[in-house]
């Protein structure tokens, strides 16, 4: 959203590690110059590992009841 903004001028990013961001896209967020790379792909770009974020799914989690 930000990269498509055109009055957006400064984003700050935390870039402290952090294994569920750093771990969850197949392409790693990158920064050249200061400046955030965007992916050149369809959509928002970000391709997520979905075997990483099964690691990450709460065990006891139980999907809502679909009520249509």
Known sequence: VCS?????????????????????LVEKIRFENGALVTPGSAGHGAKIDWETA???????YRRPVDLR
Do not use: I, S
């Open 4 to 24: 498509v903004t055109p009055a957006f001028y400064l984003y700050e990013a935390n870039q402290l590690p952090n294994p569920l961001r750093d771990d969850l």
């Open 54 to 60: 099964r690691r990450y799914v709460d065990p006891g």
